[in-house]
């Protein structure tokens, strides 16, 4: 059985930093590809970055240069640093393990950016 377990999580100021984690256990974590969404408040829940097995990582554009993906196969974890944090990028985040395009979820971590 696939659990995935976010954590990280939590109140930050505006241009703060938090850094996301997900715990993987139930799946064969190296072959995965592993992706961060998040959502908003009355919007649909949306991709914000992944990263594959073999590590390639891919970005949405509002957080390029801002947020970094990345894993460790070791620990069966993925990670998201979040830096420069803005108030718009308050939403729960989920992690996601995608493979043979099945998607399992976490129950998701909640993220406010605000003064």
């Known amino acids: 059985q696939v659990q995935l377990v976010e954590s990280g999580g939590g109140l930050v100021q505006p241009g703060g930093s938090l850094r996301l984690s997900c715990a993987a256990s139930?799946?064969?974590?190296?072959?995965?590809?592993m992706g961060w969404y998040r959502q908003a408040p009355g919007k649909q829940r949306g991709l914000v970055a992944f990263?594959?097995?073999?590590?390639?990582?891919n970005y949405i554009d509002s957080v390029k240069g801002r947020f970094t993906i990345s894993r460790d196969n070791a620990k069966n974890t993925v990670y998201l640093q979040m830096n420069s944090l803005k108030p718009e990028d308050t939403a729960v985040y989920y992690c996601?393990?995608?493979?043979?395009?099945?998607?399992?979820w976490g129950q998701g971590t909640q993220v406010t950016v605000s003064s």
């Open positions: 139930g799946i064969s974590f190296s072959i995965y590809k």
């Open positions: 996601n393990a995608n493979f043979a395009s099945v998607d399992s």
């Open positions: 990263i594959t097995r073999g590590g390639t990582t």
